[in-house]
């Protein structure tokens, strides 16, 4: 038995929640081997070499691999998988979408978004958009397995000296061409590993209201996030959504401001450590998750949050 | 052109979930249950692409029990023109959901198939893609903006990262986002008229697709439960709370 992760990188820097992948695959099994596809990705394969818990990386680089499309990525996972009892990678946006044309490849039922190793062939995972969690176990032989990050610690990145072996390419695919990336730059923290998290909804009003919720999260180091109410209305953009169509994130503080609560919005923040509401409804759902609730106008209450804060002689960031 | 377009029977969004006593699932008696929310964006860019004059005709096919036709009716009634309705019996997972459409597409031949990017009860995001690999079709995974073009689909993807354009040739799958469009709701007359178009009844087991589970659920909880917070006053009180009673900050 043994494990192969799929690494997301940008060909210069392994994302972070391969890190956490990684602590879940080595709790399938010790013997995790990484492949690194991609182009010029001499780097990442370094730095997961170092990665303790990683045994062996296995690169294969070209540059088709240049933009992940899982067109070209499933032909060459489907020839390395031949030697392996389970592929893993993350479920985000990258492993949602590469996962599963690899598993119908291998004729392997996936299992999505698991939230703990029972066994090598037992896990759980949140079903109806955390309402309810399943223990499932898989059947097949060969299984592929997709691992919600912020359930799982990001592993060591030193310590470790796994050899890199380099693997071939295959042909490249006709059927997807790759046109561009917009990614949103920002000096944040990510949202999906931010130690503070700030999230707007409909409440906010506008785009322009946003402001209010940027200068706290200035002072808290904090990233941005918002409700899929504030994203449908054009305030903010999409990389920014929390929920259950959206990021799941895990911080230790989530403020919730001018978010009624919707469950699918609480499938993205409900197991955050300390959870504050600031809605001028009292009744929204949202109270019932949160540690402390204000029921306030957000209007009044963020001007006087930001000018308490400023009155704090240390804030942790 | 002809649109296949993938809808599927959950758990109405609103409803407060509650899990079986006995561990074996979700209630699902005297539950309203409705259309896979994505799902009727995925029918709604089919119908736009209809009504624009570059699509010919949508068929509309659910894999379920007897009342999934009811996803199918809905289809018909806001701009489908036919449905299929492959008869299965208790739980299907994607990949068996993905082998029957594979038959489906085998049999009605579209262009394009649409579907949601995710279902809202199982959470598992995977049929698309699935169908995509079974079928050796390229995939737009979580599609937020379609633009038809003459041999291919241009389409704008939402990612953790931002927004990702990519050329999909034709045939191929589409997932769609819940941002893709705003669907709309079936007018009476419409609603009248959909009740006349024909739904054909295939069984699974007819298709040669064997649907057995490969993954066995072996119990269904309800998730560890916050313990209950406390209201504050004040913005002076929160922020002291959480300074010194959470230390969060």
Known sequence: MSVLLIAEHNNKEVKPFTLNAITAGSQIDQDLHVLVIGNKADEVSKSIAQVPNVKKVIQIDHEIYENYLPENFSPVIIKQAENYSHIVCSANTFGKNLMPRVAALLDTSQVSDIIKVISPDSFLRPIYAGNAFATVKSTDKKKCVTIRPTSFDPAATSGGSAEIIKAEASDATTLTKFIKREEVKSDRPELGTARVVISGGRGMQSGDNFKLITAIADKLNAAIGASRAAVDAGYITNDHQVGQTGKVVVPDLYIAVGISGAIQHLAGMKESKVIVAINKDGEAPIFSVADYGLEADLFEALPQFLEELNKLNTIQK | ?249
């Open chain 2, 1 to 249: 052109m002809k649109i296949l377009v993938a809808v599927k029977r959950v758990i109405d969004y609103n409803v407060q979930i509650r899990v079986k006593e006995d561990g074996t699932g979700v209630v699902t008696d005297n539950v309203k249950m409705s259309t896979n929310p994505p799902d009727d964006n995925a029918v709604e860019e089919a119908v736009k692409i209809k009504e624009a004059g570059k699509a010919k005709e949508i068929v509309a096919v659910t894999v379920g029990e007897d009342k999934a036709q009811e996803t199918v009716r809905k289809a018909l009634a806001v701009g489908a023109d036919r449905g299929i309705h492959v008869k299965v019996e208790g739980t299907i997972e994607p990949l068996a959901v993905s082998k029957v459409l594979q038959k489906i597409v085998d049999k009605e031949k579209p262009d394009l198939v649409f579907m949601g990017k995710q279902a809202i009860d199982d959470d598992c995001n995977q049929t698309g893609q699935m169908l995509a690999a079974l079928l050796n079709w390229p995939q737009a995974t979580f599609a937020s903006k379609i633009e038809v073009k003459d041999k291919s689909l241009e389409v704008t993807r939402e990612v953790d990262e931002g927004l990702e354009t990519i050329e999909v040739n034709i045939p191929a799958i589409v997932t769609c986002d819940l941002r893709l469009n705003e669907p709309r709701y079936a007018s009476l007359p419409n609603i009248m008229k959909a009740k006349k178009k024909p739904i054909e009844q295939i069984n699974a087991s007819d298709l040669g697709v064997d649907t057995k589970q490969r993954i066995q659920q072996i119990k269904v909880e309800e998730p560890p439960k916050r313990k209950a917070g406390i209201k504050v006053a004040n913005v002076e009180e929160l922020v002291q709370k959480l300074k010194n009673e959470a230390k969060v900050i």
